[in-house]
C-alpha cells in the first residue's frame, strides 16, 4: 500500500521559517505531479504550491516570493521550504501525490504549521 508521509511542521513566530517534507513509500508507479496543499480552521483546503515530474513549479499568489516547493525523483520526495511566515500561513498542510498515468492521487495525513508569537 502506497504511503505519503510529511515531516516538519511545527510552531514559529511571524517572519521565521519550516521546511516541510514529504517522502513516498511502497508505490509501484512513477510519480507525476508532487503538490502542497493547506486547509485553515473553517476554510476550504487549497493548492498551495505544485510541481511537476520535469521540475515545472507553480504557486498560489498568497505564498510566491516566500515559499519554494522541490523534489527529488532519487528519493521520492517533495520539500516545501517556507520563509517569511505569516500568521495566516496556519493550517495543516497536506502531500499529495500524482500517479504519472494520472489515473489516481495519494494524500499523506498532514502536518500542522502555526505562525505566533
Known amino acids: 500500500q502506497v ?3 510529511e515531516s516538519g511542521g511545527g510552531l514559529v513566530q511571524p517572519g521565521g521559517s519550516l521546511r516541510l517534507s514529504c517522502v513516498v513509500s511502497k508505490n509501484t508507479f ?3 505531479d508532487m503538490a502542497w496543499y493547506r486547509q485553515a480552521p473553517g476554510s476550504r483546503r487549497e493548492t498551495v504550491a505544485v510541481i511537476t515530474a520535469r521540475g515545472t513549479t507553480s504557486y498560489v499568489n498568497s505564498v510566491k516570493g516566500r515559499f519554494t516547493i522541490s523534489r527529488d525523483n532519487a528519493k521520492n520526495s517533495v520539500y ?3 520563509d517569511s511566515l505569516k500568521p495566516e500561513d496556519t493550517a495543516v498542510y497536506y502531500c499529495n501525490v500524482l500517479q504519472e498515468d494520472r489515473l489516481r492521487d ?3 495525513q498532514g502536518t500542522q ?3 505566533s508569537s
Open 113 to 115: 504549521v502555526t505562525v
Open 80 to 82: 516545501l521550504q517556507m
Open 3 to 5: 504511503q505519503v508521509m
Open 106 to 108: 495519494y494524500w499523506g
Open 30 to 32: 512513477n510519480l507525476g
